[in-house]
């Protein structure tokens, strides 16, 4: 299974169609993403942990024909989609992307799956929503990363698409914080639980 957080497809179009002007492929950088995790770790089952869709906007022709041949190439896949507070105003994926849709929070094996990271007592719950990144300073130089945190009940990851942005995280205690490049995952040192 991967697990993805926050994709929101359309975005850019969102963007587009109020007339600010941002950059075009965002879509089809976050599916070739998709495919590339997908063959590289053998995947059968994409969890999406909401935010799907950025906004109504985003069911605009060219985003909509993207996915939808995406998923004609990945016919045996299984999609399952936990709805966050954008797909509330986007509305649901078209039917034909054959997704299961659920609401939070959606319960497999030990593991609560959330878009909002909040408690539930049946699982460690895995969530989106913040789109944490985190700050490495190092002798004046510093970089802004996307990153993984996980507390003791409760793991947040980041988030998946192209052009979401992040918020700046403040490690709490007893949190573990892992930031991700383009190819690697590497744990940030003192913050361990």
Same mark, same amino acid.
């Given at each position: ?22 950059? @075009?492929?965002?879509?089809?950088? #976050? ?5 590339? +995790? ?6 059968? /089952?994409?969890? =999406?942990?909401?935010?799907?869709? @950025?906004?109504?906007?985003?069911? $605009? ?12 190439? %990945? ?9 966050? #507070? @954008?797909?509330? @105003? ?7 992307? #054959? ?11 030990? =593991?609560?799956?959330? %878009? /909002? ?8 719950? +895995? $969530?989106?929503?913040? %789109?944490?990144?985190?700050? +490495? ?19 947040? +990851?980041?988030?998946?698409?192209? =052009?979401?942005?992040? =918020? ?22 003192? /913050?361990?639980?």
């Amino acid at each position: 299974m991967l697990i993805v957080a926050d994709i929101h497809f359309g975005k850019a179009a969102a963007f587009r169609a109020q007339g600010v002007p941002v950059p @075009h492929g965002t879509t089809t950088q #976050n599916l070739d993403a998709l495919t590339a +995790l997908i063959a590289a770790h053998r995947v059968r /089952h994409v969890l =999406f942990l909401g935010d799907f869709l @950025h906004a109504r906007t985003s069911h $605009a022709e060219a985003t909509m024909a993207a996915l939808r041949s995406w998923r004609r190439a %990945h016919p045996t896949l299984t999609l399952t989609l936990v709805r966050g #507070n @954008h797909d509330e @105003h986007a509305g649901d994926p078209p039917s034909d992307l #054959n997704m299961q849709l659920v609401d939070e929070p959606y319960e497999v094996q030990g =593991f609560s799956f959330c %878009h /909002h990271p909040h408690q539930h007592a049946r699982g460690y719950v +895995l $969530a989106g929503h913040l %789109h944490p990144v985190y700050r +490495l300073t190092k002798a004046g130089d510093s970089v802004r990363l996307p990153c993984f945190v996980f507390g003791p009940t409760v793991g947040v +990851l980041p988030s998946f698409g192209a =052009f979401t942005g992040g =918020f700046a995280i403040d490690p709490q205690q007893g949190e573990r914080i892992f930031v991700a490049t383009d190819d690697a995952v590497f744990a940030v040192p003192g /913050h361990t639980i």
